[in-house]
């Protein structure tokens, strides 16, 4: 089946540096990506949608200058938390589609806790 | 609220015994699909049913949609240890290219 890696799995931050997590899509090309937040034991709150080569469509709430997405190619996408927050501290979920298939392939997560 | 809910929030059942979940949802959907997460991880996808479709099987796996009370249930039948996980539904209202809206999920604790 489709492979999305994520990295880094856990990142442990100063408040007010910006982390980067990168999502890629290993053996397919990934036409949209999503980025997830997700609190413990809570549903996966979707915070942008990216397509390659375009600018990322962001949910409601969500602060597009606080969470920079880039979708460069159809393999790699990266989230930057910009000047984190403790209240920013939550696990990170990417996850791709191909253009024809409805079904989402997701990365492994990334903890990201800001101290 | 959310456009898909599960219930039970929560379910702890005896390994060989059937586990059954529900996933109620809002409006007319594409299709309907089940995730599996275990703890700290990504989610996995179990299965896909269409808005066309009653009843889909696979493996220990079967899930049903009624789209008329706008409810899926997912059975996972003699269940495993290793099926302890969080188990979410998810709406897809387009198809293709479009976004999945995902349920607040059920933790199943299957006891061996």
């Known amino acids: 089946g489709a492979v999305v890696s994520q990295h880094p799995s856990w990142v442990i931050c100063k408040s007010g540096t910006s982390v980067k997590i990168e999502c890629r899509s290993l053996?397919?090309?990934?036409?949209?990506m999503f980025w997830y937040r997700q609190f413990p034991k809570q549903s996966l709150m979707l915070m942008a949608t990216?397509?390659?080569?375009?600018?990322?469509?962001?949910e409601q709430g969500v602060e597009k200058d606080k969470f920079l997405i880039n979708h460069a190619s159809l393999t790699l996408s990266t989230l930057t938390v910009t000047s984190a927050h403790p209240e920013d501290s939550s696990f990170y979920i990417c996850?791709?589609?191909?253009?024809?298939?409805?079904?989402?392939?997701f990365g492994s997560g990334t903890q990201l806790s800001v101290l | 609220s959310q456009q898909g809910e599960e219930d039970p929030q929560a379910l702890s059942i005896q390994e060989g015994e059937n586990a059954t979940m529900n996933c109620s949802y809002k409006?007319?959907?594409?299709?309907l699909q089940w995730y599996r997460q275990n703890s700290g991880r990504g989610l996995v996808h179990l299965i896909l049913?269409?808005?066309?479709?009653r009843e889909k099987h696979s493996g220990r796996l079967r899930v049903t949609l009624d789209t008329s009370k706008k409810s899926s249930s997912l059975l996972i039948t003699a269940s495993r240890a290793a099926d302890t996980a969080s188990y979410f539904c998810?709406?897809?209202?387009?198809?293709?290219?479009?976004?999945?809206?995902f349920g607040k999920g059920i933790t199943l604790s299957v006891r061996p």
């Open positions: 996850s791709a589609k191909t253009g024809v298939n409805e079904k989402l392939f």
């Open positions: 053996d397919f090309q990934a036409t949209t």
């Open positions: 990216s397509n390659e080569g375009s600018k990322a469509t962001y």
């Open positions: 409006t007319s959907i594409n299709n």
């Open positions: 049913i269409r808005s066309n479709e």
């Open positions: 998810a709406t897809d209202l387009t198809g293709a290219n479009s976004k999945l809206t």
